[in-house]
């Protein structure tokens, strides 16, 4: 049986170590990629190639960007100093509270199985809290 190469989205990908542990691990291969911070992009692009969109990802609309491939899977790791234990806390309603909500929006825009999602325990705390 021939193996089949997983299609990759990635998001908030930082200098793309998440995308590189999985590429080197298998059978993956990342298509698209997004982060905010320019010196994280330009770190991507020198492992991955000018696959990155460098900007805000509540401004991407995954249902209309035709940029954004189809894939297999959606990765990413959103901005946890809003939830983490060693800052002040804000949660949900700190500067970067809400962004998981690109991360959902790219799942239900690509149809997605499968999603990994890198988060801490405090994170989901706080949606158990919110329902």
């Given at each position: 049986m021939s193996k089949r190469t997983i299609r990759v989205v990635s998001l908030f990908s930082g200098c793309g170590g998440l995308d590189l542990g999985f590429e080197?691990?298998?059978d993956y291969k990342t298509l698209w990629a997004n982060d905010f911070k320019h010196e994280a992009c330009q770190t991507f692009r020198r492992?991955?190639?000018d696959i990155?969109?460098?900007g805000d990802i509540e401004q991407i609309d995954p249902y209309n960007n035709f940029s954004v491939p189809d894939c297999d899977l959606v990765l990413g790791g959103f901005p946890c100093q809003d939830f983490?234990?060693?800052w002040k806390q804000?949660?949900?309603n700190g500067e970067r509270g809400n962004l998981y909500k690109g991360f959902l929006q790219f799942v239900d825009a690509k149809k997605q199985k499968h999603l990994l999602l890198k988060m801490l325990k405090e994170?989901?705390?706080?949606i158990r809290k919110k329902r």
């Open positions: 080197q691990v298998g492992h991955f190639g990155i969109v460098e983490s234990i060693i804000p949660g949900l994170f989901l705390l706080l």
